[in-house]
C-alpha cells in the first residue's frame, strides 16, 4: 500500500479544537452576562431608593414665655426642624394637656425657624388663658423628636435627669403692677384718720417702675396734694377701673391715651399724703372710679398676679 498523507487530517483535528475552544469561550462570556445586575430602571432586580431620613426638632420656643392679653408682645411659637416637612403645632393647657388649638403648616422649612403666631384663641374661639405649652407634631400625628446633639446640649439637672428645652409658655389677663421687690401693707378698711383705707398698699423701693395691671384708657391724671399725689386711673377691657397713687412723678399719660397690658405708667413714689414710698392701688366695678362704681378688694386679686407674674 502507498503511503497516506496525515496533513489535511492534522488540520481537520485543528479546526475542530478551535471550534469547540470557541464555543466553550462564547458560553462562559454568556454566563457571565446573565449574572450581571439589570441596569435598567424598570427591570425588577433594580436597587430600591433610600427612605428619607426621619425630621427632628433643633430647636423649639416660645417668645415671650409669659405674655399678657391686650399686651406689648404677641406669642410666637418657634421651631427649627432638621428637613422640610408638613407638620402640625399643638397648643395644649394646664397639666392634663388639653388642646386647646392646632395650627397646620405646610412645607415647613429645614434648618431655619418656622414662626407661628397665636392670638390667644382656642380652635373654637375663646380665650385661652393660664399655663401652656405647645408639641410640633408630623402630618401623621407624631410629636416630633428632638435631635440627640440637641439634647445632649441641654445638659443634665442636678438630680441627674436629663433637661428638655422648655416648650412651655403662659398667657394671662393681667400682671402684678409693681415691677421690683415689693411687700404688702395695708388693705381695705384699715383706719385713715376721718375715713377707712379703699385700696391696697404695696410698699416697694422710691423709683420701682409701675406697670398698667390690665391695658386700657386712662381717665384721669391728677394730682392731689392732700392724699393720692400724682395718681391716674386707668378703665381697664375688663370693665374694671384701675387706680394707682402716690407715684414719683407726673405720668406721661394724657387723659385718652390707651395704654397695653404690662406698659409703664409710672414709678413708685411717696407724693400727697404719704409715709412711705409705695403704691396704693385701688380697683372699682362699673360704671367706675367714683361715678357709681362700688369698691372692690384687690388683695386677692394682686395675690394671685403676683404669683405668676
Request: charged share 20%; aromatic share 8%.
Amino acid at each position: 500500500m502507498g503511503s497516506i498523507d496525515k496533513r489535511p487530517l492534522v488540520r481537520r483535528h485543528r479546526v475542530v479544537a478551535a471550534a469547540a475552544a470557541c464555543a466553550i469561550a462564547l458560553t462562559a462570556a454568556g454566563t457571565a452576562r446573565a449574572q450581571e445586575p439589570a441596569t435598567s430602571g424598570g427591570d425588577a432586580g433594580a436597587s430600591a431608593p433610600a427612605a428619607a431620613p426621619k425630621v427632628q426638632l433643633l430647636d423649639a420656643r416660645a417668645k415671650p414665655r409669659r405674655a399678657y392679653a391686650f399686651g406689648l408682645k404677641q406669642i410666637r411659637l418657634l421651631f427649627t426642624l432638621s428637613r422640610p416637612a408638613d407638620v402640625q403645632v399643638d397648643i395644649l393647657r394646664g397639666k392634663a394637656k388639653v388642646l386647646e388649638r392646632r395650627i397646620q403648616v405646610s412645607n415647613a422649612a429645614g434648618g431655619t425657624p418656622t414662626t407661628v403666631m397665636w392670638d390667644g384663641l382656642s380652635g373654637s374661639g375663646t380665650a385661652v388663658r393660664g399655663k401652656l405649652r405647645f408639641v410640633v407634631r408630623d402630618a401623621a400625628g407624631r410629636a416630633i423628636p428632638f435631635a440627640r446633639r440637641v439634647m445632649r446640649a441641654a445638659g443634665r439637672s442636678a438630680k441627674g435627669k436629663r433637661r428638655k428645652p422648655k416648650l412651655t409658655f403662659g398667657l394671662f389677663d393681667f400682671i402684678f403692677p409693681v415691677r421690683g421687690k415689693h411687700t404688702y401693707g395695708d388693705g381695705i378698711g384699715a383706719p385713715r384718720g376721718d375715713h377707712s383705707h379703699q385700696g391696697l398698699d404695696i410698699s416697694a423701693p422710691c423709683g420701682a417702675k409701675l406697670v398698667a395691671a390690665q391695658g386700657g384708657t386712662v381717665t384721669v391724671n391728677q394730682y392731689q396734694a392732700s392724699g393720692a399725689g400724682y395718681y391716674i386711673v386707668i378703665d381697664t377691657i375688663g370693665g374694671t377701673d384701675h387706680v394707682y397713687m402716690h407715684m414719683a412723678y407726673p405720668p406721661a399719660l394724657p387723659v385718652g391715651t390707651a395704654v397695653r397690658t404690662g406698659q409703664t405708667v409710672g414709678l413708685v413714689g411717696t407724693t400727697g399724703s404719704s409715709s412711705g414710698c409705695h403704691l396704693h392701688f385701688e380697683m372699682w366695678g362699673s360704671p367706675g372710679w367714683f361715678s357709681g362704681g362700688s369698691l372692690i378688694d384687690p388683695t386677692p386679686y394682686m395675690r394671685a398676679w403676683d404669683k405668676y407674674s
